[in-house]
Each structure stands twice: as structure tokens, then as C-alpha cells.
């Protein structure tokens, strides 16, 4: 289940009015998302508003914890090994004159109980700062672990050839003459 889907799914669940934002952030990566939340890496604006002051309640919260759920997930032998592997890989690219693929969308994979009351924890948290009320806070954080616990909103696996053959039994579609 990937972090950006849950939010998406939560969001509009608890904070409709703030998925055009939510949309919004969706199109970009992972880690131009946690910037942009967290205002790391803002530059000066005239206005003196962007994303990080439209960004209503619920979505960073959900967005930030989540997306720190899932980086602990990720054993971390395996990240310096995919790191190494990456800085290879960028030296390579950059002889060659081609852009490097883009980071994959960070996945929530197997909390155990512990984790998930993390996460709940964390969500009470943030949503406190945010001046999220207790009740709202609540609802909130045990939608996430729920939806996490359950494995709810994820996508079915996509076969990589061609469709299975329909069941005998099923019924078949009129033929078109």
C-alpha cells in the first residue's frame, strides 16, 4: 500500500475539502512532498504563501507520519546497499547524459502491533501541534491504523500478460455482429 494512496484515501474520508491539495502534492515525488510539508528547502516567496501555508490540517500530519512509518520499514543494510547502488548508478547516467528514474513511491509493507500504535501515536501528536481537537485526532489516527492494519485500499496486483481466460461458468458477453 503505497503512503501517497492511504493519504489520498484518508483525506478525503476526514478532510475532503483539502484533496485538490492533496491531488496537488500527489504529482510530485516522495521527497519533494515531505520538503514542501515540512518547508525544508522553501525558498522566498513575494506573497508570503505557498503549499506549507495552504496546507490545511489533516494532510501533512497524515502524509508525514506515514511517510516516516515507512522509511523505518526499510531495513536500513538494504538502504545503504540500494544508496551505493544508486550513486553507481547516478556516475553511470551521467556519462551516458540521461536523467536518472525517479525514486519509487514509498510503500507501507507488514507494521507489526507496536509500529501501529506508533503511528497512532504520532498522528495524536502532529495533530495535536496542528490544533487538531482530541475527538477529531482520534478518528483520524484509528482510520489510518485501521486502513494500514487491514491492508484496505490496496491495489489489486496487475498481471504482466496477457488476461486470464474467463471461468466456464461465467457469463459471456452477447456476440456483436
Request: glycine share 8%.
Amino acid at each position: 500500500m503505497y503512503v501517497r494512496d492511504l493519504v489520498r484515501e484518508v483525506v478525503a474520508e476526514h478532510a475532503a475539502h483539502e484533496l485538490p491539495l492533496v491531488d496537488s502534492l500527489r504529482k510530485l515525488d516522495d521527497d519533494r512532498v515531505i520538503r514542501t510539508l515540512t518547508g525544508r528547502g522553501r525558498k522566498r516567496e513575494p506573497l508570503g504563501f505557498g503549499y506549507a501555508e495552504l496546507a490545511a490540517l489533516v494532510t501533512p500530519v497524515v502524509w508525514l507520519v506515514l511517510d516516516q512509518a515507512a522509511r523505518r520499514t526499510v531495513d536500513a543494510a538494504m538502504e545503504s546497499a540500494t544508496a551505493r547502488g544508486r550513486a553507481g548508478m547516478r556516475r553511470l547516467l551521467r556519462r551516458t547524459g540521461t536523467r536518472a528514474p525517479a525514486a519509487p513511491d514509498r510503500e507501507l509493507a507488514g507494521l507489526e502491533p507496536a509500529e501501529l500504535a506508533l503511528v497512532r501515536r504520532h498522528i495524536l501528536e502532529r495533530a495535536a501541534e496542528r490544533g487538531i481537537g482530541l475527538r477529531e485526532a482520534e478518528a483520524l489516527a484509528d482510520s489510518v491504523v485501521a486502513r494500514i492494519a487491514t491492508g484496505e485500499g490496496e491495489q489489486p496486483a496487475v498481471a504482466d500478460g496477457p488476461a486470464a481466460p474467463p471461468a466456464p461458468d461465467a457469463p459471456r458477453p452477447p456476440d456483436v455482429a
